[in-house]
């Protein structure tokens, strides 16, 4: 008897542990799964005349090189929505892979106000990779369902203990001690097996909500955005190559022969397919491909062409000039120009009327750079400041010996006069 009642309390002792152990590698799963979808999760910043509010977004499909981020509706318009007449917002986003660089962001207007729902894009920058695996497993939500969010403090935030799942009731799903603060609005509600909704409320206390991803699906399915995300967030690495896929060739020629001229391809479903230049090929998958410039001095009209496998398949587009209004003879902005208020900037034409710039500090260290198109008079630029983290825009009115104009600084939406003179101030000529 006694052996008997040793063995059952051994027995009762190793399923605890075996119990426990289980409950701790879920948990690890499930904040392992939400840093890894990080990638896909963006801060947000609104501003609104003198408001600011900040929080979070979800990366769910790209069309023609734009992501599409879905986000709280009361983040980007306000707790009551946007006011009659009441200025737009100015949204920006900075991405996990680029922390520290602001991009600015359209507002689209579909919306669901009800559902709190709101969807904002941008061109997708060159060094941001998003995952499409990361759906959570259809039935993984119910009561009792451990769950992490990605974003608190303006931060991609995971934290370590999980909320757990109260009720799922009308598509929302309400969760115990999740941990959220004000500004994790947006954020992505993640299980151990991939995102299962979207923070709606981020007040501190011990239930906040979230609604369900299948309710967002079927709000981008109405609205027609790319909804590009399936499951298999967690899903072990297979271990074996993908089978070999016979391929073609794509060539698209501008009638004119004029070689040098950028495309962008998009598939059928409208993904991005690459980038390549007229006078080259690119191997491409069989199927069929939009193909579509993007120089913006050298228009073409946009063809549709198949590839089948194997073939190398030339197009040839009709395409006109662009560039607007050609500048003045001898008016030329490339070289060093000094700033009014200190420093100076570089500009360096790359094509036609394109260029690139680089922005120094009084003590010759480059602490910004960003691109200029030249039209008559007028240069359009686009820059970085990379040492105090913000993204700029703006029109200067060019003259032989200085350019003068405005620029628009994101976030904040402040509008800040600029002066820049072909010799240092303060030298006499």
């Given at each position: 008897?006694?052996?008997?009642?040793?063995g059952?309390?051994?027995?009762?002792?190793?399923?605890?542990?075996?119990?426990?152990?289980?409950?701790?590698?879920?948990?690890?799963?499930g904040a392992?799964?939400a840093?890894?979808?990080?990638?896909?999760?963006?801060?947000?910043?609104?501003?609104?005349?003198a408001?600011?509010?900040?929080?979070?977004?979800?990366?769910?499909?790209?069309?023609?090189?734009?992501?599409?981020?879905i986000?709280?509706d009361?983040?980007?318009?306000?707790?009551?929505?946007?006011?009659?007449?009441?200025?737009?917002?100015?949204?920006?986003?900075?991405?996990?892979?680029?922390q520290?660089?602001?991009?600015?962001?359209?507002?689209?207007?579909?919306?669901?106000?009800?559902?709190?729902v709101?969807?904002?894009?941008?061109?997708?920058?060159?060094a941001?990779?998003?995952?499409?695996?990361?759906l959570?497993?259809?039935g993984?939500?119910?009561?009792?369902?451990?769950?992490?969010?990605?974003?608190?403090?303006?931060?991609?935030?995971?934290p370590?203990?999980?909320?757990?799942?109260n009720?799922?009731?009308?598509?929302?799903?309400?969760?115990d001690?999740?941990g959220?603060?004000?500004?994790?609005?947006?954020?992505?509600?993640?299980s151990?097996?991939g995102?299962?909704?979207?923070?709606t409320?981020?007040r501190?206390?011990?239930?906040?909500?979230?609604?369900s991803?299948?309710?967002?699906?079927?709000?981008?399915r109405?609205?027609n955005?790319?909804?590009?995300?399936r499951?298999?967030?967690?899903?072990?690495?297979?271990?074996?190559?993908?089978?070999?896929?016979?391929?073609?060739?794509?060539?698209?020629?501008?009638?004119s022969?004029?070689?040098?001229?950028l495309?962008?391809?998009?598939?059928?479903?409208?993904?991005?397919?690459?980038?390549?230049?007229?006078?080259?090929?690119?191997?491409?998958?069989?199927?069929?491909?939009?193909v579509?410039?993007i120089?913006?001095?050298?228009?073409?009209?946009?063809?549709?062409v198949?590839?089948?496998?194997?073939?190398?398949?030339?197009?040839?587009?009709v395409?006109?000039?662009?560039?607007?209004?050609?500048?003045?003879?001898?008016?030329?902005?490339t070289?060093?120009?000094?700033?009014?208020?200190?420093?100076?900037?570089?500009i360096?034409?790359t094509?036609?009327?394109?260029y690139?710039f680089?922005?120094?500090?009084?003590?010759?260290?480059?602490?910004?750079?960003?691109?200029?198109?030249?039209?008559?008079?007028?240069?359009?630029?686009?820059?970085?400041n990379?040492?105090?983290?913000?993204?700029?825009?703006?029109t200067?009115?060019?003259?032989?010996?200085?350019l003068?104009?405005?620029?628009v600084v994101?976030?904040?939406?402040?509008t800040?006069?600029?002066?820049f003179?072909?010799r240092?101030?303060g030298l006499?000529?």
């Amino acid at each position: 008897m006694g052996l008997t009642a040793v063995g059952r309390a051994l027995a009762g002792m190793a399923a605890l542990a075996g119990l426990t152990l289980m409950v701790g590698v879920a948990a690890a799963a499930g904040a392992d799964v939400a840093e890894r979808l990080r990638a896909n999760v963006v801060a947000i910043s609104v501003q609104r005349g003198a408001e600011e509010d900040r929080g979070f977004g979800f990366i769910v499909g790209e069309r023609r090189r734009h992501l599409y981020i879905i986000t709280a509706d009361h983040v980007v318009r306000g707790a009551g929505g946007a006011a009659p007449g009441a200025p737009a917002p100015r949204v920006s986003v900075q991405f996990f892979q680029e922390q520290g660089k602001v991009f600015p962001a359209e507002l689209l207007g579909t919306r669901n106000p009800d559902l709190d729902v709101a969807v904002i894009k941008l061109r997708r920058p060159a060094a941001v990779d998003w995952q499409r695996e990361v759906l959570g497993a259809a039935g993984a939500v119910g009561r009792g369902t451990e769950v992490w969010f990605v974003g608190r403090g303006g931060s991609w935030y995971v934290p370590v203990l999980p909320g757990v799942v109260n009720k799922v009731l009308n598509r929302v799903i309400q969760v115990d001690r999740l941990g959220v603060r004000p500004g994790s609005s947006g954020a992505p509600l993640i299980s151990a097996s991939g995102w299962v909704g979207m923070v709606t409320s981020d007040r501190s206390g011990e239930l906040s909500d979230a609604l369900s991803v299948a309710a967002i699906a079927e709000l981008a399915r109405d609205w027609n955005i790319p909804w590009q995300l399936r499951a298999g967030a967690v899903a072990p690495p297979s271990g074996s190559a993908p089978p070999a896929v016979s391929t073609g060739e794509l060539c698209p020629r501008p009638a004119s022969g004029k070689t040098g001229v950028l495309f962008e391809l998009y598939d059928e479903s409208d993904n991005d397919a690459g980038t390549v230049k007229s006078g080259e090929c690119v191997p491409v998958a069989p199927g069929s491909y939009w193909v579509s410039s993007i120089d913006s001095n050298y228009q073409c009209q946009d063809i549709q062409v198949r590839v089948a496998a194997g073939e190398r398949a030339t197009v040839q587009l009709v395409c006109e000039e662009q560039g607007g209004v050609t500048p003045p003879p001898g008016l030329d902005v490339t070289g060093t120009w000094y700033g009014l208020a200190g420093g100076y900037i570089q500009i360096h034409r790359t094509d036609g009327q394109q260029y690139t710039f680089q922005d120094f500090n009084n003590f010759g260290v480059m602490v910004g750079e960003g691109t200029a198109s030249m039209s008559g008079t007028i240069l359009t630029l686009q820059g970085f400041n990379s040492l105090l983290g913000f993204a700029y825009s703006g029109t200067l009115e060019v003259s032989a010996e200085r350019l003068n104009g405005m620029l628009v600084v994101a976030p904040f939406g402040q509008t800040v006069p600029v002066g820049f003179v072909r010799r240092p101030p303060g030298l006499g000529r």
